[in-house]
């Protein structure tokens, strides 16, 4: 019993992910759920589809930390920590209100090469720079 209090502790320090998801994992994941058309390319309006559609939950336009952290937990299995983070680092207005300008800005930062598409390598070299855990703590290194 000694042992088992200090080892759960280390368990919930180290956990970020429910499900141990890797940021790899995670970034194919969400391609996966973004690239509606299979054509390798994450377009703006893909991006909005995914993280203003289908987060909005209550349909006003305006995607809160809570309605966030609540569907991105449900989808990568992060914990709330990291989510309100993710939330965070995506509300560039800082308004608490995820909308389309806020995604569109940053499908500008993903697309490095500047031809106004964002390939799945794109986004996943975004995520890792940008995700709350990409310093590699817990189970989201690569």
């Known amino acids: 019993m000694k042992f088992l209090l200090p080892l759960l502790c280390v368990g919930i320090v180290f956990?970020?992910?429910h499900h141990g998801l890797t940021l790899d994992q995670i970034s194919?994941?969400?391609i996966g759920n973004m690239d509606k058309n299979a054509?390798?390319?994450i377009t703006?309006?893909?991006i909005d589809t995914e993280f203003v559609t289908n987060?909005?939950?209550?349909?006003?336009?305006?995607v809160t930390m809570h309605e966030f952290t609540h569907q991105w937990n449900l989808d990568y299995h992060d914990d709330h920590h990291a989510s309100?983070?993710?939330f965070h680092h995506l509300d560039i207005t800082t308004d608490g209100c995820l909308k389309k300008d806020d995604l569109g800005m940053h499908h500008m930062a993903m697309d490095t090469d500047n031809d106004n598409t964002v390939t799945g390598a794109e986004f996943t070299a975004w995520l890792h720079?940008?995700?709350p855990d990409s310093a590699g703590h817990g189970h989201h290194g690569r």
Request: charged share 25%; proline share 0%.
């Open 15 to 17: 956990a970020a992910n």
């Open 28 to 30: 194919t994941m969400i």
């Open 39 to 41: 054509d390798g390319n």
């Open 44 to 46: 703006v309006e893909e």
């Open 55 to 62: 987060y909005d939950h209550d349909g006003d336009g305006c």
């Open 84 to 86: 309100e983070g993710m």
């Open 129 to 131: 720079h940008v995700h």
